[in-house]
T-cell receptor, first 110, second 115 residues
């Protein structure tokens, strides 16, 4: 599975959009991009995933560049409860393992 | 549905002791996983299983053993506890990897301290 690179930490003002970047320059054509988040001391929670097209659900939007070498997770209106560590993961659709990196620690500031 | 259930939630072990972390899921998932998370770090895959009777090593398997006798249960065994195994352990499960977008569901974690 391709490796990912994320900034270690970010801040975002409450009510503003939080844009979390992820680089995955070695991604292959059949690998998906997944985003999870982990609120302190809890198990990671699924947010969204995508292959090529941009995706949106009730939690967030995922923007994948045309060359698929990077992506951005967007939380449109960040709240204090969005303070968490966000993990970007690349894996095969038929892969068995999810490999987590160190993620981005997002702090939403009142 | 209860989802993924882990026990115990907290445990203190003495060096050299053995114990088993229990994990069960009621979602009929084929795939199950054990991760550990050290303070301030990401999750590391210890072992995983693609179905009953089948297990395989992840990134950090040394010092651990697993078994998968049923679809529902995936216990993690520590044979000779060492201080380096002090960590938070997460069990997880997912649907079969056939097809795209199979997400992974986590338990609430088990805090283990070895002294």
């Amino acid at each position: 599975d391709a490796k990912t690179t994320q900034p270690p930490s970010m801040d975002c003002a409450e009510g503003r959009a939080a844009n979390l970047p992820c680089n995955h320059s070695t991604i292959s054509g059949n690998e998906y991009v997944y985003w999870y988040r982990q609120i302190h001391s809890q198990g990671p929670q699924y947010i969204i995933h995508g292959l090529k097209n941009n995706e949106t659900n009730e939690m967030a939007s995922l923007i994948i560049t045309e060359d698929r070498k990077s992506s951005t997770l967007i939380l449109p209106h960040a709240t204090l409860r969005d303070t968490a560590v966000y993990y970007c993961i690349v894996r095969l659709a038929t892969g068995n393992q999810f490999y987590f990196g160190t993620g981005t620690s997002l702090t939403v500031i009142p | 549905n209860a989802g993924v259930t882990q026990t115990p939630k907290f445990r203190i072990l003495k060096i050299g002791q053995s114990m088993t972390l229990q994990c069960t899921q009621d979602m009929n998932h084929n795939y199950m996983y054990w991760y550990r998370q050290d303070p301030g770090m990401g999750l590391k895959l210890i072992y995983y299983s693609v179905g009953a009777g089948i297990t395989d090593k992840g990134e950090v398997p040394n010092g651990y053993n697993v078994s998968r006798s049923t679809t529902e249960d995936f216990p993690l065994r520590l044979e000779l506890a060492a201080p380096s195994q002090t960590s938070v352990y997460f069990c997880a499960s997912s649907y079969s990897s056939v097809g795209a977008g199979n997400t992974i569901y986590f338990g609430e974690g088990s805090w283990l301290t070895v002294v």
